[in-house]
């Protein structure tokens, strides 16, 4: 392919100016035509104290990207005739239960999140005991009608291989991925001995509240992992020749790991995603999509302190990956590499990358104004294409996240996001944690009546869970509200007793039950199952 060493070039000065600019650690690359792998580098530091800079031979995590890998054995065993992935999948893990009012739950509906069950919150080192405590739940939706990403269904998938072939999971992905594929640099379990060859994973030094750049990392905690939703480790180079299988339909230079027909049900769009822009959808264990008018697969990755992002581009026969070991955006690295593979395989001029500019508000007065509350007022000022707080005599300005919702660069702010809400598309009102501010053009009520035990559930609540540390929970116009370390935000709505629906759409499986009340405060909140500890900071 002619024109690579410019692409580098590009890349290379992309890389650099997004680490300084988004606080990243370290990151490895790796890009592929149908053919051969045509770049793996590296950039920033594999160990920040000891500067180790990152180089193509670091392994990184990659976490769901290891649901493809379990989605293809799964393939396998259909085409040999001992999986059926419609039938109940109890055949394959007869203990697999969960309280339910619709059909059984079919191979096919957790390859495609569409089981209708929770995501999981990984609360035991071990997956048997998550998977068994699944009974103590139900499900939200019949199954096959409902995208819900679940990475407990894939534990589930991984499980059943081992019950069905008679042997761990690692050893599974080994025997039938990695080595045909000659991937002798990843490691289909992350264990201790993984550890040796890793690049450091980094978290945020605080993970009680939304992320910044601004902020200092911390090294990650570790921890060993073989469920088949992800717990894969590898280096750029390795993933590159996994994702040029995919690009080939199935197949490599000795032979194939899955049929045609097994490719198209694993590319086949299932099911919409509907967090994502434009026709994303969900097969089995991959995300289809249009870039470019263009179809691609993929997917991302996120582990404690890595996250990964695995692009495929179908009809040009071009792939990247990208694995990052610090919080941030593997994703914007694979998408601006493959325009560039684009641009030189048609002999068109490179583009320039395509960087949103975090203080940019294109509709900044949509936002200015006075909100009050009974406790007092909130100003801001729009300058242009910015967004200011008016605060303690000076202007902050304010980082866009998207979705009315922004960061405020001031440490009294630094707990929550900012978050506006529309009435008929104007925006009225803004929220801050549990405070709840109105313009003048608000029109509702300000005053509301609610049950008096929900006094008792407002907090922070914390566990030693490494992948979920923690989360608050408030109470502001009316309603109770679930508000998550990363800034996201989930209403709570009243089913029985002390539990709540996690979540605006009726058909979440989620819940969040308080119990263990005393002194007018609940002490524990069970988080679709998991326990979480009301904690002494606010």
């Known amino acids: 392919m002619q024109g690579v060493e410019q692409v580098i070039e590009r890349l290379d000065a992309f890389a650099r100016e997004r680490i300084a600019a988004d606080g990243i650690a370290g990151l490895a690359m790796a890009l592929t035509d149908r053919d051969t792998t045509l ?23 990659f976490g769901s990207i290891g649901k493809s890998f379990t989605a293809l054995v799964w393939m396998q065993l259909r085409e040999e005739g001992r999986v059926d992935l419609h039938a109940p999948f109890t055949e394959y893990l007869p203990w697999f239960a969960v309280q339910s009012e619709y059909g059984p739950i079919t191979p096919h509906h957790l390859l495609s999140h569409t089981a209708g ?3 999981g919150t990984d609360f035991t080192p071990d997956q048997r005991y998550e998977i068994w405590a699944l009974r103590e739940t139900e499900t939200g939706s019949p199954p096959g009608t409902y995208f819900a990403y679940s990475n407990l269904g894939y534990k589930a998938l991984g499980l059943a291989l081992e ?21 002798m640099k990843t490691d289909p379990a992350i264990t201790h001995n993984t550890r040796t060859v890793m690049a450091l994973g980094y978290q945020w030094w605080y993970d009680d509240r939304p992320g910044h750049p601004r902020y200092p990392l911390a090294p990650a ?11 894969i480790a590898s280096t750029p180079g390795d993933l590159a020749t996994f994702l040029r299988m995919f690009l080939n339909g199935g197949s490599w230079p000795e032979g194939r790991l899955i049929s045609p027909e097994s490719f198209a049900l694993m590319t086949r769009p299932v099911i919409a995603i509907p967090e994502r822009d434009g026709d994303a ?11 470019d008018d ?29 694995m990052i070991n610090s919080p941030g955006s593997a994703a914007q690295f694979t998408q601006y590499a493959l325009r560039l593979l684009r641009a030189a395989q048609r002999g068109e001029p490179l583009p320039d990358p395509e960087v949103a500019d975090p203080l940019h508000v294109p509709n900044a007065g949509e936002y200015a104004g006075v909100y009050r509350s009974p406790d007092g007022a909130m100003s801001f000022v729009a300058e242009g294409e910015r967004l200011y707080l008016e605060y303690a005599g000076s202007r902050v300005v304010l980082d866009n996240r998207a979705n009315d919702t922004f960061f405020v660069r001031h440490p009294d702010f630094a707990t929550f996001l900012l978050r506006f809400g529309r009435l008929d598309d104007t925006v009225v009102e803004v929220f801050h944690g549990p405070a709840w501010f109105v313009n003048e053009r608000y029109v509702g009520p300000t005053r509301f009546d609610v049950p008096a035990a929900w006094a008792a559930y407002p907090g922070h609540y914390r566990s030693h869970n490494p992948w979920m540390t923690n989360f608050r929970v408030v109470l502001r116009k009316g309603q109770l509200a679930l508000l998550h370390s990363s ?11 002390a539990t709540f629906r996690i979540g605006a759409d009726p058909r979440s499986a989620e819940r969040l039950r308080f119990d263990t009340v005393v002194e007018g405060r609940a002490l524990r909140a069970q988080f679709s199952g998991a326990d979480y500890y009301r904690f002494f900071t606010p």
């Open 487 to 497: 800034g996201e935000e989930e209403p709570l709505t009243p089913l029985a007793d």
């Open 117 to 119: 069950i929770i995501n």
């Open 281 to 291: 959808a969900y097969g089995y264990g991959l995300t289809t999509f249009t870039e």
């Open 39 to 61: 770049y793996a580098g590296g950039w920033g530091f594999a160990d920040v104290s000891a500067r180790t800079p990152v180089t193509p031979d670091h392994v990184f995590e």
């Open 294 to 322: 263009l179809p691609h697969i993929g997917h991302g990755g996120g582990m404690v302190g890595y996250y990964a992002s695995l692009v495929g581009d179908m009809v040009s026969g071009l792939g990247a990956v990208a």
């Open 221 to 231: 905690t570790w921890l060993e992992t073989d469920t088949g939703d992800g717990c």
């Open 163 to 183: 019950y069905m072939l008679d042997k761990p999971y690692a050893a599974i992905i080994y025997e039938r991925i990695l080595a045909p594929l000659g991937m």
